[in-house]
């Protein structure tokens, strides 16, 4: 459809500009035109991510706390590895430390935090209660060419819980750098802050062993 739409644009415009109609009109015409096709179809490529994400997630809620942790552990890894951006979150939280990192030791932490992602939405989307997620058809434009989709999760007789995901286009498709709960604040600002102590008491091994005890900790039926 999309590309049957701008082949007739493209077409039309030409046809009136040699007939003189358009003149020197015809890009100013057809460029706001172009830029919308191109709005949608970014809009559409940064939901997708996510509303394959709340799939899984509805899953693993449904299968609830009766399912073996590790089997909802199983159904929520492709999804979170799709939708997010791990390594760049975990660059993000760490600052600009990660870069003098040794090689082996960004290796150990990417592993530890992929564990402890997939273990913090297991252990907390963990039972059902009629819930549904939505996906809010219009998305923010950051200046740096992110794009902020904006979900909901509906509660029966409750109000909705908004979480916003900060989308960034990289190599493979559009992937979550950040959440933003409660559509304002950042998980990476949050994590930044907790894993600062660690990084400045023992370094990367001290932030990996914290992010161990936390997967622990999260398995074993506590929330983080």
Known sequence: MTISSSATANATAEWLTRRGILGLAAGALFVPFASRMASAQQASGSMLPIERLNAALLAAMKAGRNTAFAQRYAILTPAIEQSFDLNG??????GFG???????????LASAFQRYTVSNYAANFDS????SFRVLPQTRQLPNGEVVVRTEI????KSPVE??????????????IDVLTDGTISQVAVQRSDFGGLLASGGAPALQAGLERKVTTLSAGATA
């Open 154 to 157: 509906i509660r029966p007789n």
């Open 89 to 94: 979150m975990l660059r993000a939280a760490i």
């Open 163 to 176: 979480i916003g995901y900060v989308m960034r286009q990289t190599a493979e498709c559009w992937k979550a």
């Open 98 to 108: 990660w870069y003098r990192l040794p090689r082996e030791q960004k290796s150990a």
């Open 128 to 131: 059902y209660d009629g819930q």
